[in-house]
């Protein structure tokens, strides 16, 4: 089935500095891809859109600049996290629509866990 | 809006014992998928299985069951003869005909009890 990876999969930072998570479609093209943030023992929020070609759509609530998102390729879309505070400490996951189809299933990174010191 | 609320935080069970985990969700549209999600203690979330709003089949899958009800809004999914390996958070989730994102409910923890 289609893949999904991110790196890293583990990162610790001191606050003030930026953190780039990848996400990588491994064996199909992604022309959009998802960016969610999950906090210990809470659901799912989706943060982001994220469209090859184009500016990303933010959810409310969340910061553009804050939050910096490039799809650089079909293949792969990158979440920055730009200075960095304790409170941004979550477990951020990227989805990408297998098959091409719009409404195909959502496959799933392993997920990066952030910790901002 | 799109709504999908999961009552049961946390359920513990012996194994061997069937368990149900309930699903509602609120949507104003008529064409949508849901889903079911696990995800185990190392995060990563793993696909079970994804229904459009057309098809209220019920479906097995070896000891999965999901039974869709559109008169009740609910996508409720059981595991009978539960095992120690189903012991994970479980998500429900929709998705708007049209859109890929998908709109999670909180999550039901569950235990299983060797």
């Known amino acids: 089935g289609a893949v999904v990876s991110q790196h890293p999969s583990r990162v610790i930072c001191k606050s003030g500095t930026s953190v780039k998570i990848e996400c990588r479609s491994l064996?199909?093209?992604?022309?959009?891809m998802f960016w969610y943030r999950q906090f210990p023992k809470q659901s799912l929020m989706l943060m982001a859109t994220?469209?090859?070609?184009?500016?990303?759509?933010?959810e409310q609530g969340v910061e553009k600049d804050k939050f910096l998102i490039n799809h650089a390729s079909l293949t792969l879309s990158t979440l920055t996290v730009t200075s960095a505070h304790p409170e941004d400490s979550s477990f951020y996951i990227c989805?990408?629509?297998?098959?091409?189809?719009?409404?195909?299933?959502?496959?799933f990174g392993p997920g990066t866990r952030l910790t901002v010191l | 809006a799109q709504k999908v609320t999961q009552a049961q935080t946390e359920i513990s069970v012996v194994e061997k014992e069937d368990v149900t985990l309930d699903c509602v969700y609120e949507t104003r549209d008529t064409t949508y998928y849901l889903f079911w999600y696990k995800q185990p203690p190392s995060g990563e979330l793993v696909f079970l299985i994804r229904?459009?709003?057309?098809?209220?089949q019920n479906e097995i899958s070896g000891r999965y069951s999901w039974n869709f009800q559109k008169s009740t809004s609910s996508f409720n999914f059981t595991i009978t003869a539960s095992q120690v390996v189903d012991s994970a958070v479980y998500f429900c989730?929709?998705?708007?005909?049209?859109?890929?994102?998908?709109?999670f409910g909180t999550g039901t923890r569950l235990t299983v009890i060797p």
């Open positions: 989730a929709l998705s708007p005909d049209g859109a890929n994102n998908l709109f």
């Open positions: 064996d199909f093209q992604a022309t959009t």
């Open positions: 229904r459009n709003s057309f098809d209220e």
């Open positions: 994220s469209n090859e070609g184009s500016k990303a759509t933010y």
């Open positions: 989805s990408a629509p297998g098959l091409g189809s719009i409404t195909d299933t959502q496959y």
